[in-house]
């Protein structure tokens, strides 16, 4: 289970980074800002793609985790909802994908609620044999979940670019092109 919770914490803080790029408001502050509706792509570190739907966002990342040695590929699928108010974007994850790479292509290839996840997680890993508790699959779940993040956010044109701090408190910023 450690190791499991290892790749886990390195999963939460790719969330933390990318989650941060789901938020966004209307000119007049209330509401989603309709600049954001559409598709966005950053090829940097792999192919991060983010769908902004007034107030709806799905967010598919397949990146390059150079916290691991060798470097390996991961894939996240999540959406959520996001709301923005001067030039802050809010983000809060209300599904995650079983075609995530956390959980290694043991769950159903469909979207998931948080209490619909773990219930399978915690299945999968009792089939398996691991000693774990329903508390601990809930709690990891959860921190996933609670993972509602606000940056920076501007779009000039065809770029959106989106800066904050990452899990580690250490500024970054993202820059997107619209599809």
Known sequence: MKQKNIFFLGILSI??????????????????????????INDEYGVEQYTFNNGFFEANMIILNKAYDPPVVVSIFSKGTYTTSNGQ????????????????????????????????????LISLGEVVTEEEVYEDI???????????YSVIGDTLIISGLDSEGKPYT?????K
Not at 16 to 40: H, K, Q, R, Y
Not at 92 to 116: A, N, P, R, V
Not at 174 to 178: A, L, V
């Open 15 to 40: 969330i933390l980074i990318f989650g941060v790029l789901l938020i966004a408001c209307g000119a007049d502050g209330t509401g989603p800002d309709p600049a954001l509706n559409g598709t966005w």
């Open 89 to 124: 974007i809010s983000t809060t994850m209300t599904h995650i994908h079983g075609d995530w790479d956390g959980f290694h292509g043991q769950l159903e290839s469909k979207w998931y609620t948080k209490e619909e996840v773990a219930a399978a997680w915690y299945a999968l």
């Open 142 to 152: 959860g921190k996933w979940f609670a993972l509602s993040q606000t940056a920076s």
């Open 174 to 178: 993202e820059t997107y092109t619209r």
